[in-house]
Nanobody
Framework: QVQLVESGGGLVQAGGSLRLSCAAS????????MGWFRQAPGKEREFVAA????????DYADSVKGRFTISRDNAKNTVYLQMNSLKSEDTAVYYC?????????????????WGQGTQVTVSS
């Protein structure tokens, strides 16, 4: 059974940092892209960042470029999202997902497995 478990969310002041982790189990994900999405109250789920199977290629939403960094450790079946210079508009539930191919994509329907999400709240 495939399982993705996010952790690292919480409450932080604007300008602060958080590091999200997503541990995958049930299969090996080293040949698949992984991504992070977020959903704020009353809004649709939106793409945040994605990383290729090798970790060499990454993609970011314009709203987080220069502030967030996605990385992965295939030996640990884990993907990370380092979030710096957080803003109130970053407040959302953050989800990790496993892609259906090895290449990063911003399209939610191109991800096969999803975690339950972790809440990130940024106070201004």
């Amino acid at each position: 059974q495939v399982q993705l478990v996010e952790s690292g969310g919480g409450l932080v002041q604007a300008g602060g940092s958080l590091r999200l982790s997503c541990a995958a189990s049930g299969r090996t994900f080293s040949t698949y892209a992984m991504g992070w999405f977020r959903q704020a109250p009353g809004k649709e789920r939106e793409f945040v960042a994605a990383i290729s199977w090798s970790g060499i290629t990454t993609d970011y939403a314009d709203s987080v470029k220069g502030r967030f960094t996605i990385s992965r450790d295939n030996a640990k079946n884990t993907v990370y999202l380092q979030m710096n210079s957080l803003k109130s508009e970053d407040t959302a539930v953050y989800y990790c997902a496993v892609g259906s191919s090895g290449w990063p994509t911003l399209r939610p329907h191109e991800y096969d497995y999803w975690g339950q999400g972790t809440q990130v709240t940024v106070s201004s």
